[in-house]
């Protein structure tokens, strides 16, 4: 094995897996589609849109407050969610949670 491939073999084996790695920050432009940025984030956990249980919970009619969803956002929960405050800004944020709290079943 040559020089150059066992060093592309160990560099691409200490890379951390896109699994890993936190989705880079969202615009903060005023124009983001919430429910877009909820489906291609928050979505993999929260099925429905937030309307069902999936890996996390439901999220629709949730009992929490908002400091509380803020501060899960922020910090995530060890073993079971990840932080988003490097993510989003306090804006987008207070937008999710406004999507959180204007969720309502599907008609029909």
Known sequence: MSTSTLAALL??????????????????SGQVDVGQL?????????SDGGRA??????????????DFIRNRIKNGKEGAMPAFGETFSDAQ???????????????G
């Open 11 to 28: 560099t691409i084996s200490v890379l951390p897996s896109r699994a890993q790695q936190p989705p880079p920050p969202a615009p903060d």
């Open 38 to 46: 909820f489906a291609t984030t928050c979505g993999w956990c929260h």
């Open 53 to 66: 249980a999936g890996k996390g919970p439901q999220l629709m009619d949730t009992k929490r407050d908002d």
């Open 93 to 107: 944020i207070d937008d999710i949670i406004k999507y959180i709290r204007a969720l309502k079943p599907h008609e």
